[in-house]
Each structure stands twice: as C-alpha cells, then as structure tokens.
C-alpha cells in the first residue's frame, strides 16, 4: 500500500504525510527536511480563466482586451487577442466544448 500512495514518480518518498485530526480536519506533517524552494507537490489546475467580474480578458493568454486589440475566435466567438492565442492549448479546450453543445458568444461592445 505505501508504493501506491507514498512514492513519487522519481522513485522516491514524498517528503510528507497526510494526518487527520477531528477539530482541523486533515493537514500535512513533514516526515524529513524540506530544503527551501523544493517542490513537494505538483497538480494540474482543475479551472482556468479570468474572474467573472474582470475587464475584457484573452481566454488564453489573459491579456485585457478592448475593441481596437479585439479578434473574435471563428470557433466560439469570445474575444482573443489573435489567431495565436485563439489556436491556444487553454482555450482550444473550452472551445471545442462550447462548439460541441452549440454555444456561440455573442459579447458585443467591450469598451463600455
């Protein structure tokens, strides 16, 4: 059991376990020296985007935009800053879904 939850992909032990306590819940402890700067974890990120309430911003890039910088993605239609960042592996992704199910943006002025 300690191969499959305890080692990472280099072979080697996790510098951690997980306890459980009731009144925390559970939380990390040390198990060696963790050296400043060493990475003891690594996960993808499970959403990626701009804030809902934020300017006009390049779903790949996130760059903010406005109408003179604006290029609509021929996929989706949500604001980007070019075809470079409309071809982007973030946005690709989200634009394959929204084509997928039929949703088509249609954002309208951003300099407001």
Do not use: N, W
């Amino acid at each position: 059991q300690h191969m499959k939850t305890h080692v990472m992909s280099s072979g080697s032990c996790y510098p951690y376990k997980v306890e459980y306590d009731v009144q925390k819940g559970r939380y990390l402890v040390a198990t060696r020296t963790i050296t400043p700067g060493e990475v003891i974890s690594r996960e993808a990120a499970a959403v990626v985007g701009p804030c809902t309430r934020s300017k006009p911003q390049c779903l790949q890039c996130f760059k903010l935009i406005s109408s003179s910088t604006r290029f609509d993605c021929t996929g989706c239609g949500f604001p980007m800053c070019d075809e470079e960042c409309m071809r982007g592996s973030l946005h690709l992704e989200e634009c394959q879904l929204f084509r997928s199910v039929g949703y088509r943006a249609d954002v309208g002025q951003l300099d407001v």
